[in-house]
């Protein structure tokens, strides 16, 4: 009871702006009290609404009142200081979630600042005055305050772990050295933190190291990104201005031919309309003296016939039309073919340039290099035709092809995927890694003994554009291998069926003077059961998959 009633006086002489005990304890209109500097600053804040609130009931007051020093709470501190009973403690004193309670403390309990492995209980700064007080309580061991102090005791000998065994990479205490633990490599836990400090030490530099590195490729990557975006946005006006040109190119060439067309009409227009003319004043004056002849013809004057037949019977000078040949299905066509071969050869002459334009564009990369001149690397015909890397813009070294034929040194395939992820970086397909095997089959059996049997046979052949000398005959290869039956065994077996069906296990060779011939490729197999004893072998075989990226 006695405690209940201290903590509740504690309570009341806290302040419920600072959380901590009062000084110069102040009350205001509506009877809450705070110290007097916290309800000042408080206050302040109000200043330039001319409102002032209590930060409990929220009661306004209306002018600013003035504060004067409770006197009597004054003197109960002063009281109570000297009879040594605390004021309550802050807040954030006491425990909350994730928080070491105090095992001690009744009611609201306190944080705990340290633990005792001996007592296997935590304590507040209060109730751990025992622990510095009493002799017997002085040697007890201390530590910081936790939550789990079973797991810090020996399930065996209740004693405290205070002992790291190198050799179980676990941690005992004194007992376990005599018993479980005799002749292990054992160090205290102290020495044990401070070499794992030194190795922690060498770690974080070369994290610190590595953050370094790559917040200076994130700055350049930034920086490759922006002018990525400035010359592609130069590209296109630049696109853009000449296609614009090159309408205006064609526009006018357009009308060119439609004025040559128009004035070739009008000319031969105007030529045929003065013949025509010429034609019909002719064909008028025959006419008319055709008329006359047949009057003549019945007159009964002989003489008036006779004078009248010599004028009218010379006929009327005509105009020279024996050089005119006249064409009866005059056209355009020949120049209507003209502008036809001249849109397809354009057309051809686009679809090549365009053809170009797409390699030159999907070569163009962030992560790619450029040529000395620093421009990309000349790119014509299709991806199977480009004799180098898409990404260094050089000859190929230890070449890889895409199932999407574009083909990249590996250094360059390996290093893209660890920036990019699993792509193509040329056209964004899903990456799959082809070989030049040849077509053949892979069988596999369990044959007993835990033990897996593979059989590969790839017939005779002819060497396709893949292979070192194209055309000619090949030999194939009927071989076998083995591997066990463990789980890494049955998954190296999956990862080589893939490397199969991709074509990587096997390549064509060319020999010397002899016919050449099927052999494997650089992907480790065996015939000898003993050798799968071996550890490393299968991390082998899985090491050579993963650098064509199967895995």
């Known amino acids: 009871m006695a405690q209940a009633a201290d903590l509740l006086v504690q309570d009341q002489l806290s302040c419920s702006i600072c959380l901590d005990t009062l000084k110069d304890p102040a009350t205001i209109p509506c009877g809450h009290n705070y110290c007097m500097g916290c309800i000042k600053g408080y206050w302040d804040q109000d200043d330039n609404t001319g409102v002032y609130s209590c930060p409990q009931c929220r009661e306004t007051f209306t002018p600013r009142p003035v504060l004067k020093k409770n006197t009597l709470l004054d003197e ?9 009973l605390q004021a309550a403690p802050p807040a954030h004193y006491y425990a909350g979630p994730g928080d070491v309670a105090c095992d001690f403390c009744t009611g609201r309990k306190l944080k705990a600042v340290e633990s005792c492995l001996v007592c296997l209980a935590s304590y507040c700064e209060t109730h751990l005055q025992p622990h510095y007080e009493s002799l017997a309580l002085k040697k007890h061991n201390l530590v910081k305050a936790t939550g789990n102090l079973q797991e810090k005791i020996c399930s065996c000998h209740d004693k405290a772990l205070k002992i790291y065994c190198r050799t179980d990479q676990q941690f005992i205490c004194y007992l376990c050295i005599i018993e479980d633990h005799r002749g292990h490599d054992t160090v205290s836990i102290e020495k044990e933190r401070t070499e794992k400090q030194k190795q922690l030490g060498v770690t974080q530099s070369k994290f610190q190291q590595r953050i370094q590195e790559r917040e200076k490729e994130l700055q350049d990557l930034r ?8 010359s592609a946005q130069a590209a296109v006006e630049d696109s853009e201005r000449i296609f614009t040109e090159l309408i205006c190119s064609i526009e006018r060439r357009r009308t060119e031919v439609k004025e040559l067309i128009r004035d070739q009409e009008k000319a031969e227009v105007s030529r045929a309309e003065g013949l025509l003319e010429q034609l019909e004043q ?13 009057h003549l013809s019945h007159t009964e004057d002989h003489i008036h016939f006779l004078q009248s037949t010599q004028s009218l019977c010379v006929p009327p000078g005509p105009v020279d039309l024996s050089s005119i040949t006249i064409n009866p299905h005059i056209s355009f066509e020949a120049v209507r073919k003209c502008v036809s071969e001249l849109k397809e050869h354009l057309e051809d002459v686009c679809k090549g340039e365009m053809s170009k334009i797409c390699m030159a564009c999907r070569a163009i ?6 040529t000395e001149t620093g421009e990309p690397s000349e790119a014509r015909g299709t991806a199977a035709e480009v004799k180098t890397c898409f990404i260094c813009m050089k000859p190929w070294q230890n070449k890889l092809r895409l199932i999407c034929t574009h083909a990249f040194c590996a250094a360059c395939l390996h290093d893209s995927v660890s920036r990019v992820g699993h792509q193509c970086p040329v056209c964004l397909k899903a990456l799959a890694v082809v070989g030049d095997q040849p077509e053949g089959q892979m069988t596999e059996q369990y044959v007993g003994n835990k ?4 059989t590969y046979n790839i017939p005779n052949g002819i060497q396709t554009e893949a292979h070192p000398n194209p055309g000619k005959p090949f030999i194939g290869i009927q071989t076998a291998a083995v591997l066990t039956s463990t789980p890494e065994g049955q998954e190296v077996l999956k990862l080589l069926r893939r490397a199969f069906d991709q074509k990587l296990v096997f390549t064509v060779a060319a020999t010397d003077g002899a016919g050449d011939r099927v052999i494997y490729a650089d992907i480790p197999h065996t015939r000898r059961p003993i050798v799968l004893r071996n550890p490393d072998f299968l991390q082998k075989v899985k090491a050579a998959l993963s650098a064509k990226f199967i895995e």
Request: proline fraction near 0%; include cysteine; charge should be positive.
């Open 282 to 294: 002719e064909i008028a004056e025959l006419r008319r003296r055709d008329t006359e002849l047949e």
């Open 76 to 84: 109960m501190v002063e009281q109570l200081k000297k009879t040594g």
């Open 365 to 370: 990369g962030i992560y790619g290099c450029s």
């Open 223 to 230: 920086q490759a990104v922006q002018s990525l975006k400035r």
């Open 451 to 454: 033990l897996f049997s593979i």
